[in-house]
């Protein structure tokens, strides 16, 4: 027999036990189904939460000063931000950079008064793709500033609701301005918006930066932080890396990518990519245990045929070759199985998703620190993940296959031959 013939008839093998192949095939289809959809919900709502965590905070990559992490303070500011924004900017992958002025304030009314954050930004640099808090659907009364130095003062709407104040009425706001002095203003309510993380609506104040500048005495150029955005936040840690490295040795001012800038975010999204990765590597190995035993099975119910094969002049290399040729025949139809039950889900998924609202209460979205994650669970998985889980059922298969295919190229003629 020539060698071209082992494709064709590893190919008839399999399908000598129709059952078992299909009952082999069924749990490798469905295997790689769990692993694709599981994948996928994993990169959409990651990859939602992490670009909202950066429409909410200092974008994918922040410029700010070295100890503003650790040490929130409006005297811990960056100059020459026009400089910084061109090194920024200059990277092919960014999108946008803005500059925003945020720290601690307290906020007074008649009634009460509480403390909490404030976010300074301007208007003609800022949209929602940059500063979520400023999209239409979150504004939840009044109006949004469309002017940097706009009066008024723009409240979470529980912060508004415990401090019982309504559109219109005066806000007197204190901070720490850059000197380490006590500064307060004065504005009226001009709007409240509603993120749907509770924290956030309860501790989280807007204000226009042209306001902000005046009254902590910061220049034109002063801010601090300066939020860049990139087109796909897998590429962060490179853009991080390359601003740094324009920055030099700078000891103004350090870039920080996300998962550094919000530590308490980037731990959780690990953690469930880590039990994501778990239950699919237990998903794997079951599915080749079942793999492994239809193929033992079959092997050893044609031992007889093996020694046949060996004596009219098959090498036991030839014969491991065969076997292992079924399990790659296995592998290929039952990724191609996959593909056509995965295909039907995924696409109802990506476009439509399901409504989760109602098994979460009234709560309307799910906050993950301090981060609104959609109560609309819908998928999107990256490419290269594909290629990987694909490879990986190739590779399960395979190895499945090794001790089946070694067990065959082992056999001896004679003895076989006897066998009934």
């Not at 429409?55 to 811990?76: A, F, W």
């Not at 955005?229 to 490179?238: A, C, G, L, Y």
């Not at 000891?251 to 920080?256: F, P, Q």
């Not at 990987?388 to 001790?403: E, K, P, R």
């Amino acid at each position: 027999m020539n060698k071209q013939n082992i494709p064709a008839i590893a190919w008839r093998n399999i399908w000598r036990n129709r059952r078992r192949t299909i009952l082999t095939l069924i749990s490798i289809s469905f295997g790689v189904f769990l692993a694709m959809m599981f994948t996928a919900m994993q990169d959409r709502n990651w990859s939602d939460m992490i670009d909202l965590a950066a429409r909410l905070g200092g974008g994918h990559v922040t410029i700010q000063h070295p100890e503003y992490r650790d040490m929130p303070s409006l005297k811990k500011s960056v100059r020459q931000t026009f400089d910084l924004t061109d090194s920024a900017e200059s990277e092919l992958k960014v999108t946008k950079v803005t500059g925003r002025i945020s720290g601690p304030i307290m906020i007074n009314t008649s009634a009460d008064s509480f403390g909490a954050m404030f976010i300074a930004f301007d208007p003609h640099t800022e949209d929602e793709s940059t500063l979520s808090l400023i999209s239409p659907d979150a504004v939840a009364s009044g109006r949004m500033f469309t002017e940097p130095d706009e009066s008024g003062i723009i409240l979470g709407w529980k912060l508004a609701e415990n401090l019982k104040a309504d559109l219109g009425d005066r806000i007197v706001y204190t901070l720490t301005d850059k000197h380490g002095e006590i500064v307060s203003g004065l504005e009226r309510l001009s709007g409240t918006i509603k993120t749907g993380a509770p924290n956030l609506d309860a501790s989280l104040s807007l204000l226009t930066i042209g306001t902000v500048r005046e009254i902590v005495d910061y220049k034109s150029d002063e801010v601090t932080q300066i939020a860049v955005f990139i087109d796909d936040r897998r590429n962060t840690s490179e853009v991080a890396n390359n601003i740094a490295a324009k920055l030099g040795n700078s000891s103004d001012a350090i870039v920080l990518p996300w998962n550094l800038s919000q530590p308490d975010l980037a731990a959780f999204i690990a953690m469930k990519v880590g039990s994501t990765q778990f239950i699919a590597a237990f998903i794997a190995l079951l599915v080749a245990a079942g793999i492994f035993n239809t193929l033992f099975v079959s092997v050893m119910e044609r031992l007889r045929e093996f020694g046949i094969l060996m004596a009219i002049g098959f090498s036991p290399m030839r014969l491991f070759g065969l076997v292992m040729m079924e399990s790659l025949w296995l592998a290929i139809v039952g990724l191609i199985g996959a593909a056509l039950i995965t295909a039907g889900p995924y696409f109802y998924l990506e476009s439509v998703g399901i409504d989760m609202s109602q098994a979460i209460a009234d709560q309307g979205t799910v906050d993950i620190a301090g981060v609104a994650m959609s109560t609309v669970l819908k998928v999107g998985i990256f490419p290269e993940n594909v290629v990987y889980i694909s490879i990986a059922a190739v590779v399960a298969t395979l190895l499945a296959g090794l001790y089946p295919a070694w067990r065959a190229g082992t056999v001896e003629p004679v003895s076989a031959i006897k066998m009934e």
